[in-house]
T-cell receptor, first 114, second 110 residues
Framework: DGGITQSPKYLFRKEGQNVTLSCEQNLNHDAMYWYRQDPGQGLRLIYYSQIVNDFQKGDIAEGYSVSREKKESFPLTVTSAQKNPTAFYLC?????????????FGDGTRLSIL | GQQLNQSPQSMFIQEGEDVSMNCTSSSIFNTWLWYKQDPGEGPVLLIALYKAGELTSNGRLTAQFGITRKDSFLNISASIPSDVGIYFCAGPWTGNQFYFGTGTSLTVIP
């Protein structure tokens, strides 16, 4: 089955620690995205990548980093510089190309602070 | 920046009732998307709209692309318990990015 796989489902971070969230897709999509979702709020864009080896900051990139070494993979690192990392993180992908291509989402990773 | 306003924020309805929600933007959009998110899961695409005035159905769901291109509407007919969740609208920002609304939380009372 084609889809987007995020892991782990739940993640705990200690103070001062960096953690990496995994996102893999087998949809052959060019574009990939990371969003943060807080209770009662919509999705806020952290980073996005339109093509391999290229990525751009979204609205709330501070304290986060990404890489896009393979088309299928777009891992997100939450660094110790992110002072309020507790949230639900969603990865998405889209075909790219034509403007307005729908994004398809993974099932999310819930990150909490120990 | 761009704002997508969804209303209502939350709805509590009896099973079998119809539901209406809408989304408005401060700019003209060429695409409107509607997603549903179940608790603890990622959003799932319900309907995509690409043309002003377009009316598209997906089972009991019907969505419309407003003629002004600044709004969209989602209707659910004869609601059932599994309709519970948060419904998001989305419109394109630049390239393949989207703005997302703050969501409408739907509760269906059996």
């Amino acid at each position: 089955d084609g889809g987007i796989t995020q892991s782990p489902k739940y993640l705990f971070r200690k103070e001062g620690q960096n953690v990496t969230l995994s996102c893999e897709q087998n949809l052959n999509h060019d574009a990939m995205y990371w969003y943060r979702q807080d209770p009662g709020q919509g999705l806020r864009l952290i980073y996005y990548s339109q093509i391999v080896n290229d990525f751009q900051k979204g609205d709330i990139a501070e304290g986060y980093s990404v890489s896009r070494e393979k088309k299928e993979s777009f891992p997100l690192t939450v660094t110790s510089a992110q002072k309020n990392p507790t949230a639900f993180y969603l990865c998405a992908s889209s075909l790219g190309g034509r403007i307005g291509q729908p994004q398809h989402f993974g099932d999310g990773t819930r990150l909490s602070i120990l | 920046g761009q704002q997508l306003n969804q209303s209502p924020q939350s709805m509590f309805i009896q099973e079998g009732e119809d539901v209406s929600m809408n989304c408005t933007s401060s700019s003209i959009f060429n695409t409107w998307l509607w997603y549903k998110q179940d608790p603890g899961e990622g959003p799932v695409l319900l309907i995509a709209l690409y043309k002003a005035g377009e009316l598209t159905s997906n089972g009991r769901l019907t969505a419309q692309f407003g003629i002004t291109r600044k709004d969209s509407f989602l209707n659910i007919s004869a609601s059932i318990p599994s309709d519970v969740g948060i419904y998001f609208c989305a419109g394109p920002w630049t390239g393949n990015q989207f703005y997302f609304g703050t969501g409408t939380s739907l509760t269906v009372i059996p």
